[in-house]
C-alpha cells in the first residue's frame, strides 16, 4: 500500500500504468506468470477502493444525471480522475471477465470482489436504470452473460457470478424491446452459444443453466 501512494504523482497517472499500460488483462501473462499477474491484480483493486473506485466524481454520474433533467443545465467541470470508473468498466468488460475460466481460484476471487463493488455501485444509483443502457455497463452485461452460459464457475465464484447478475439486471438483454436491432442480434448469439454448450453440460450444469435463464428466452 505504501507503494501505492508513493506511485500517485507519476505521469501517466499511476491509474493509467496499472489499467491501461500494464497488461493486467493480456492471456500470456496470466498463462505463464501468475503470481505476476496476482501481484498486479491485487495493486490495482487496493488503488481503486482506496478511492472508492473514482465513482463518486465519474462523468458517467454527471452524463445520467444530465439525462434524468433534461431541462436543467449543468456546469460540471471534468477532474482528472473523471474517466476513471469508466476505466474500471472498460478494463472489467473487455479484459478481466472474459479471461475468469482461465484465471487461478485467488485470481479470481480478487477478480469477482472488484466486479461486485462496481455492480453494488451501479445497482445503488438513483438514476440506475440510465446507467445499465450506457455502453460500457452493456458491454459489461453481455460479458456476465456469456460468462454466465460458457463458465464451469462453482461455490462462492459462482454466487459472486449470479450476484452481479442479478444487480446489473442482466437476464432482461435476453427480453429485447421489438425495435432494438442489437438486442435481437445478442439474443441470436446467446442462443447458438447455449445450443453449442449444451451438448457438453452435465445434467447438473444444464439444470442450472436452465433453472436460471427467463421462460420468455427459453420457449422462443
Partial sequence: MTVVFQLRGL??????????????GD???????GELHFTLLTSTIQFTEVHDLFYSNSSILTSSSASNQPGKMQFVSEGPTAKYFEGILKVLAQKLVPSLNEMGERQRRLVMKWLEAVVECVSKATSKSLLLAHPLVMSLRRQLLRLFIDSALHGEA???????????????????????????EFVREISERLLVKVGCMSEEEFQRVWAELPPVFLFK
Wanted: glycine share 8%.
Fill in 27 to 33: 492471456s500470456w501473462l496470466l498463462s505463464y506468470f
Fill in 11 to 24: 505521469d501517466p497517472s499511476l491509474f493509467t500504468l496499472l489499467l491501461d499500460t500494464l497488461p493486467i
Fill in 158 to 184: 459462482y454466487k459472486g457470478l449470479m450476484n452481479s447478475i442479478g444487480g446489473l439486471n442482466v437476464f432482461s438483454l435476453l427480453t429485447p424491446t421489438v425495435d432494438n436491432c442489437e438486442g435481437e
